[in-house]
């Protein structure tokens, strides 16, 4: 079992830019690929950017490429996503998920899901 808590969400204008937090506890994190997903209201969530277990490979949405980076400390068991240059419709909550599949954190998504973290972008 794994639990994921994400933080760093929050409100800022267009341009500005977060950096999100996904803290794990439970099993060995390094083990885990990890990803992140986002969901707007009325919308479905969606793929945003993931991860591998050594750090070594990324993958991002295209939305997204370019302006966003995926990273994680092993030693302090934390995936982060860095945003910049946000626009208004990366308004969302964001959720950190995690797997020991790469091909499930850049699909469907993981097992395992934090409670999400609201990133607001006002024009």
């Known amino acids: 079992q794994v639990q994921l808590v994400e933080s760093g969400g929050g409100l800022v204008q267009a341009g500005d830019s977060l950096r999100l937090s996904c803290a794990a506890s439970g099993r060995t994190f390094s083990g885990y690929c990890m990803g992140w997903f986002r969901q707007a209201p009325g919308k479905e969530r969606e793929f945003v950017a993931a991860?591998?277990?050594?750090?070594?490979?990324?993958y991002y949405a295209d939305s997204v490429k370019g302006r966003f980076t995926i990273s994680r400390n092993n030693a302090k068991n934390t995936v982060y996503l860095q945003m910049n240059s946000l626009k208004p419709e990366d308004t969302a909550v964001y959720y950190c998920?995690?797997?020991?599949?790469?091909?499930?954190?850049?699909?469907?998504?993981?097992?395992?899901w934090g409670q999400g973290t609201q990133v607001t972008v006002s024009s």
């Open positions: 998920t995690a797997d020991s599949s790469f091909i499930r954190v850049r699909g469907p998504g993981g097992d395992y």
């Open positions: 991860i591998s277990w050594s750090g070594g490979t990324t």
